[in-house]
């Protein structure tokens, strides 16, 4: 629920990926999912949520595809994506002022099924503790460790599946993934910078629906979902 005290958000959402794994003829998040591009879907995503004020886009250098989308005659700030993930949300990140926007939301366009009430309680759950904090879902399955056989058998207690979004404060975030990126720290999410910094990193329970298009399989299973949402 929208709070009139909350700041203004920011909003970034890294799109300059190729998307290799899903082995598909353009990026991923161009690929089609009832009728709009998976970008299209996230961005909407966001849009949902009032708090968040305004949002920056990751674009790879050489995109061909956003031109086509809709968003391509929205306000929508556009940025140039790095060679990875990290890349484009510093790259984006620097566009972003902090004392305007003291805090900022990061949210993968490949993952175009979080439910914008899910957004919402993280944005609530963050700013009352005034942590940043990220969604994520619990682990279901035993854990094993190996590769051809296994190695050993790891305890999924207190394991989770980390999501997007992830929410923090935009000059703390800033620093961090600077800081991380430079000492060569393996930067898969941004709350990987922030537990490299020292800061505490809120886990706030999300859907487990909210899946990453990453692989072919994936689109099929988010349209199943999207099915199920609509009955
Ligand atoms: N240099 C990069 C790499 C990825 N991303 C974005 O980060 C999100 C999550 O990354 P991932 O699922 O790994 O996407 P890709 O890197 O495109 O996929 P792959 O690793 O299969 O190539 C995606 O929205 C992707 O577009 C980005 O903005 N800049
Ligand atoms: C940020 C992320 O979505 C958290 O699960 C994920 O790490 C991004 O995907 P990648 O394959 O690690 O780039």
């Not at 929208?2 to 959402?13: D, F, L, R, V």
């Not at 190729?18 to 996230?42: D, N």
């Not at 949002?55 to 989308?69: C, E, G, M, Q, V």
Request: one cysteine or more; proline letters at 5%.
């Amino acid at each position: 629920m929208q709070n009139p005290e909350w700041p203004a958000i920011a909003a970034i959402m890294p799109a300059a990926g190729i998307g290799s794994r899903m082995q598909a003829a353009l990026p991923k998040q161009y690929l089609q999912l009832h009728g709009k591009t998976l970008l299209e879907h996230s961005v909407a995503r966001l849009q949902a949520v009032p708090a968040v004020s305004a949002i920056w886009l990751a674009l790879a250098p050489d995109d061909s595809y956003f031109a086509a989308t809709a968003l391509a005659h929205s306000d929508i700030q556009r940025v140039k994506g790095g060679a990875e993930r990290m890349h484009s949300v510093l790259n984006a990140l620097q566009f972003i002022d902090e004392h305007h926007y003291p805090w900022v939301l990061v949210h993968d366009a490949a993952r175009p099924l979080v439910r914008p009430d899910d957004i919402e309680k993280l944005i609530t759950q963050c700013l009352a503790a005034n942590e940043g904090g990220i969604l994520a879902c619990r682990v279901r399955d035993t854990m094993k460790r190996g590769e051809l056989c296994v190695a050993e058998t790891v305890s999924r207690e207190h394991l989770w599946h980390a999501l997007t979004p992830q929410f923090f404060p935009t000059a703390m975030l800033k620093a961090a993934l600077k800081d991380a990126i430079q000492a060569g720290v393996a930067v898969t999410d941004e709350a990987s910078a922030m537990e490299w910094a020292g800061h505490k990193v809120l886990l706030v329970e999300g859907r487990s629906d909210n899946i990453k298009i990453t692989q072919p399989a994936d689109l099929a299973l988010a349209a199943f979902y999207l099915e199920q949402l609509a009955q």
